[in-house]
């Protein structure tokens, strides 16, 4: 149980959690507004609490409604992520040697996003039911649309830096390929000299 435990403990995902709390705290500050955000305990005087919970679009509160804070979420996801890979990409260097690093990062930095998702769904569901009286139904269609905009906006980010990264390699390994043939050529003219 012990070398379990011990596991667990020396795992990427809680190595990456703690490296968060150690180095670049502002970060965590913007994690703390949000979730104090969503469980009210930030500006609620304001009703800032109501307008992830229940977002208006048009007058009505809906599944696309709901979708555009879904999608707002994941851009703030993928930021999280783009920028801690940026700084600490450094201390991680063995990701660099597997296939997909960036993609491998983000399922493993995914503790606070997860947690935060978990905790928005729980909230919403509860402000739903009790502040603006709606059915399992007509939440279960808001939590749809709130998952639907989060996982449009992580496939949209993925597909575009997947995308890059083939288009990168691409133009390295044509450059390579140029340069590789360049030699060649340059060496046989001075054997031929």
């Given at each position: ?14 190595q990456?959690?703690?490296l968060?709390?150690?180095?670049y ?20 005087t ?20 709901t ?13 999280w ?12 260097q ?51 649309g ?30 390579i ?17």
């Open positions: 149980m012990k070398q379990y435990l011990k596991g667990i403990w020396f795992s990427l995902p809680i990456l959690m703690l968060h709390f150690r180095r705290q502002i970060f965590l500050l913007f994690w703390y507004i949000l979730f104090a955000t969503v469980g009210g305990s930030f500006m609620k304001f009703g800032a609490h109501s307008l992830f919970l229940a977002p208006e679009y048009f007058g009505n509160i809906s599944p696309l409604s979708a555009i804070v879904g999608i707002t979420s994941g851009v703030f996801i993928m930021s992520n783009i920028t801690t890979f940026i700084l600490h990409s450094s201390r991680i063995f990701l660099a040697t597997t296939a997909q690093p960036f993609l491998k990062y983000c399922i493993n930095n995914a503790i606070l996003p997860i947690a935060f998702l978990i905790f928005y769904l729980i909230e919403a569901y509860q402000y739903s039911r009790n502040q603006e009286l709606f059915s399992v139904s007509d939440f279960a269609g808001l939590a749809l709130y998952t639907g905009g989060f996982v449009i906006s992580i496939a949209f980010a993925f597909l575009y830096f997947f995308g890059a990264d083939k288009t990168i390699y691409k133009t390295i390994s044509a450059t390929s140029d340069a590789n043939k360049r030699h060649d050529r340059m060496s046989e003219k001075k054997q031929d000299t």
